[in-house]
């Protein structure tokens, strides 16, 4: 109640020194919201203000004038309060302020540098996974759009790997995947360039192989992958 009250007060003091209302609603807005609250409100009724004045509507007005100009133009008091309060909320900045805003930037820093979300080097694998049996199937159907796809998936997949987990448990996946995995897939594009069946065997086949021989070097040679069989999805031996 007693800010209620301080805050009639307030405008009562503004409404006997200033004659635009504008003015004196903004003094009682920067002592309740603080400076940001004011700013908004001041370049909110500009920007109405103009608006109506010229006969458009706000959206329009937005995209034809600049507010802040027609705020120090037009409303030159409404301008100085406004410059005003982003001074005193600058000043009031402390040193706490400063070690939170240093910590915020840092994290931004490293979320620029690393992305904001690494994949598992498990869901990677699935990923793999599915793109394998699914370039199978469309090869098989001897369609080499697709099947091309698939490989090139397959590829930015396996280039995840190099960029999230190059090393893992102590074993360099980016060198497996650069001397292993990407000289098969290499194979698979030339077979399907080619739009040849019987070699798009072969090249699944090392293909296979290839998945099987990385999982045993990287010390995970109980996950054996296969060729599909009989239409299903499944492609991993249990």
Request: proline share 3%; hydrophobic share 35%; net charge negative.
């Amino acid at each position: 109640m007693s800010k209620i009250n301080g805050c009639k007060g307030m405008v009562w003091n503004c409404a006997k020194l200033m004659p635009d209302p504008t003015e004196c609603v903004t003094i009682v807005i920067f002592q309740v919201l603080g400076c940001t609250g004011s700013f908004v409100y001041l370049l909110f009724r500009t920007v109405l203000a103009e608006a109506a004045r010229s006969g458009t509507g706000v959206g329009l007005y937005l995209i034809e004038h600049d507010p802040f100009e027609k705020m120090k133009t037009s409303r030159p008091i409404s301008f100085g309060l406004a410059v005003s309060m982003l001074m005193i909320g600058c000043d009031q900045t402390t040193v706490k302020d400063d070690a939170r805003l240093e910590e915020v930037l840092e994290r931004v820093e490293v979320l620029e540098k690393h992305g904001s979300y690494t994949p598992a080097l498990g869901n990677i694998m699935i990923t793999l996974q599915a793109y394998h049996t699914k370039l199978y199937y469309a090869g098989m159907q001897q369609n080499w759009e697709l099947a091309s796809y698939f490989t090139h998936e397959l590829e930015e997949t396996l280039e995840n790997v190099q960029e999230h987990h190059p090393e893992h448990h102590e074993v360099d996946l980016d060198r497996l995947v650069t001397e292993m995995a990407f000289p098969a897939l290499e194979y698979m594009e030339e077979a399907i360039g080619k739009k040849d069946a019987d070699e798009f065997e072969r090249g699944f086949e090392r293909l296979t192989n290839t998945c099987n021989s990385c999982h045993a070097a990287s010390g995970y040679s109980i996950i054996k992958i296969r060729t599909p069989e009989n239409g299903d999805f499944l492609n991993q031996r249990f």
